[in-house]
């Protein structure tokens, strides 16, 4: 193979190059894989956050049974302050 340069390219650059590829695009699978599975529990309904509501994104609009409850109690203590 030959660089842009001119030059000629050994077989370990060659192998060393496509290796990197080969890595990237291996890491660009495994995180849309990532995403997609993400966006399948959250479409289930299921807790992405493992049942972690305060720190959720989405905790105020949850409709899972723990996120309810989590609101209700934190309802009830914010009452109790007042």
Do not use: H, W
């Amino acid at each position: 193979m030959r660089k842009q340069s001119g030059e000629l390219r050994s077989r370990r650059e060659l192998f060393a190059g496509a290796l990197r590829y080969a890595a990237l695009g291996l890491m660009t699978a495994a995180s849309a894989a990532l995403f997609v599975k993400r966006q399948r529990l959250v479409r289930d309904g299921k807790c992405v956050n493992e049942g972690i509501c305060a720190g959720c994104k989405v905790f105020q609009k949850c409709s899972l049974p723990r996120a309810a409850s989590v609101r209700q109690t934190l309802e009830g203590v914010d009452n109790g302050k007042k």
